[in-house]
Every structure is written in C-alpha cells, then in structure tokens.
C-alpha cells in the first residue's frame, strides 16, 4: 500500500487528491495539512486517520487539537508543522498541493527526507527551482507534476528519454478576459475574474489565469522540471482547453497530451506513476469537438505574461520578486483593494525597482519576497 503525505489537502487539489484515495483505497494517508480550514480538515482526519495533522495558524491549530482529541491524530501548527509532516518516516510520497512560498521549506524537508514529490506548488520551483532540482538530484528524489500543462509535457516526454526537446508548446485557455484589452480590464471586479471558461480551481490560481501570471509562472517552473529555457517555451492560448501542453522534438515532430479538463486525470497519473488506473469521469469526444483553436498570447494587454519571461530569463531572485509582488497584488485585489490591471502593474514596479541576486540561498529567496511585500505596503 502507498502511503501519502497530503501538504493543502483542504484545497482544490487536495481535496480532488482525497476523491482518488477513496476510489482506490490502496493508498494510506500519513499526514494532512490545511491553513485554517479546520472543519473540514477535522472531517478528513476521521474519515482518513493520519498519524499527524498541521492547520499552519497556531489558534486553529489549537481549536482542531481539542475538537480530535478522542483519535490518535497528533496536531501541530506553523512551517515545523508542516516540514514534520512533509519529513515523515512513513510516507512513500508527498503531494505538495499549498499555494504559495510556503511550499519551500516543506518540500526540501521531504526531498532531504528521501521522499518523491507530486508537485502542484509551482511557486516552490519558481523560486528556488535551483535549490530542488539539485536536493532531487542529489537524493535520487523523482518530482511528478501535477499541473495539468506540466503533467501534459511529463507524459509526452515517456519513451523518449535520450531525445532532445525542441520546443515546449504550453497551452494556455487565455482566461475569462480572453480578447479584451487593458482599458477593458480595468474596471474588472473580483467575481469577473473568477468565473474561469474552462476550469474550477482555488481563487488565488483563478485570478492568476485571468492575468495570465499564472501561464507566466508554469513558464518558470517548466524550465527547471525539463531542463530547457525559457526562450524554447512558446506560449499558445488553446481556449478550449483540450491540449494540455505539447513537445516539439528536433525532428520537427509534434506529441501533445489531450483530455477534458479534469485535475483527477494528472493527480492519479503522478500517484501511481507509470501505471494508469481507471478513473470514472468524462470522456473527450472529438467529434462533438468538431474543431481546436489556437492563437498567440496577447503579450501587450496582458502584461504579467511578459513580465514574467523576462523574470524567468533573468534569474536569481528576480523570479521571486514576480511571484511575491503578484501574490501581495491578487491578495488585496480579492480584497478589493486595488484594481485588477494593478497587477501586473505592481509586478512591473517591484521588479524594475529590486535588485536581483545571483545563485540565491534559501535566505535570499526569502529576504527578496520580504522586500518585495515591504515595497509594495509602502507604496
């Protein structure tokens, strides 16, 4: 029986994750972790029974610990919560399924802990991608992904280990803005943004997809998960959303992975890694499909896009200035506080005004993001 360590599994794809678990039931759940969410996290402790569990705020944590403490659940809060739960003896593999920064820590932890990695915090190696890719490495450590675009690239790369990528075509719905223009978007509210045409996901990664940032930060972390740069990574919006991503050899053929849109389809394929189990749910009709369209980013109206070639061309910890002042802006833009096209503005400020560092310890990357945030507050 595999045995998983769940990081966010109150969150969109961690609560997809524990939908696989209970349709399978060969897979035993370690450890659970959530920022705050503690109902429903005190309802997967009793449904999963995992040896530990971590709500990151410590009064939730405290009001979880008294609600479970009729089970053997130990509860524990904040970044030793979580890397506890991420270095556990028992788990064979972690899904690292929280958004943001705080996926760093946690992630080493494991890697340094000898465990396999399911990989859905893109921020992790957007900001520290060289400090993982060389702890994998070094450890023997697999990284799966679990992006749909990123799983897409993974599976057109199986059998053609040896072979030398061309170019990675990373499919892109373009949003709920899709076609609009930048004065357009300006008076774009909070509920606009987060109606996505294509996909239900959490509303930090639904705002990012309606700015783009978001297909501008799976840019930055394909480049550490296959090893290419960023100038091989063609963006192309797809608003159907059936390509997931596609890989261009140097023979000039084409492999592209295709499905509904449907999160359980790379979470499964990451955890059971090669093997491919049955998975109830729709399935692709092309000829109710009838057509695909494809076009090219709209690099001028959306702006972020852009910004964040150019973070993943620099390097450093300019990535992590792109990531840190886009979370800071998408916080307080769901909070009403700034408009949506503020964004990348922000964005843009906090990176033409922040000095990039070379080859960034752990403490750099996370002395960029806390300069990047205080920029910002003192604006």
């Known amino acids: 029986m595999k045995k998983l360590a769940l990081l966010g599994s109150t969150g969109s794809i961690g609560t997809q994750t524990l939908e696989i678990v209970r349709a399978n039931k060969d897979i035993k759940i370690t ?17 999963f029974h995992p040896e530990l569990a971590c709500a990151f705020e410590p009064e939730a944590a405290a009001e979880l610990a008294a609600r479970v403490a009729d089970t053997d659940t130990k509860i524990l809060s904040g970044m030793d919560g979580l890397t506890a739960a991420a270095s556990q003896t028992d788990a064979d593999i972690v899904l690292t ?22 990989l859905a915090n893109k921020e992790t190696l957007v900001t520290a991608g060289h400090l993982v ?3 994998a490495a070094r450890r023997g450590i697999r990284i799966f992904p679990v992006d749909s675009e990123h ?21 892109c719905s373009g949003g709920p803005f899709r076609g609009l223009t930048l004065n357009q978007m300006r008076d774009k509210t909070p509920a606009d943004a987060l109606k996505h045409p294509s996909w239900s996901m959490g509303s930090k990664i639904t705002i990012d997809s309606a700015t783009l940032a978001n297909k501008g930060l799976e840019v930055m972390e394909a480049t550490w998960l296959f090893g290419v740069s960023p100038d091989q990574i063609q963006v192309v919006v797809h608003p159907g959303s059936i390509i997931h991503s596609m890989v261009q050899f140097e023979d000039g053929a084409v492999m592209g992975q295709l499905g509904t849109p449907d999160m359980k389809i790379p979470i499964q394929y ?22 695909l369209i494809f076009e090219k980013p709209d690099f001028e109206n959306f702006p972020a896009l852009r910004l964040a070639f150019e973070a993943a061309r620099a390097g450093g910890t300019t990535p992590t200035v792109f990531n840190a002042a886009n979370e800071w802006s998408v916080a307080r833009f ?20 922040i ?17 990047t945030y205080a920029l910002l507050e003192n604006r």
């Open 151 to 171: 799983s897409a690239i993974f599976q057109c790369l199986q059998g053609n280990e040896g072979n030398i990528i061309d170019k990675i075509l990373l499919t």
């Open 334 to 353: 769901l909070r009403g506080e700034i408009g949506f096209t503020c964004i990348a503005d922000n964005i843009g400020r906090a990176m033409a005004e």
């Open 355 to 371: 000095k990039s560092r070379r080859n960034p310890s752990l403490e750099d990357i996370l002395e960029a993001e806390a300069q």
């Open 97 to 118: 399924a929280m958004v943001g920064m705080v996926g760093i820590r946690p992630t080493l932890a494991a890697i340094e802990a000898g465990k396999d990695i399911a």
């Open 31 to 47: 450890a659970l972790t959530a920022a705050k969410n503690i109902d429903l996290l005190e309802a997967q402790i009793r449904e």
């Open 270 to 291: 990451a955890l059971y890694y090669p093997q491919r189990l049955p998975l109830d749910g729709e399935r692709l009709d092309l000829f109710r499909l009838g057509r």
């Open 133 to 135: 890719i060389e702890a």
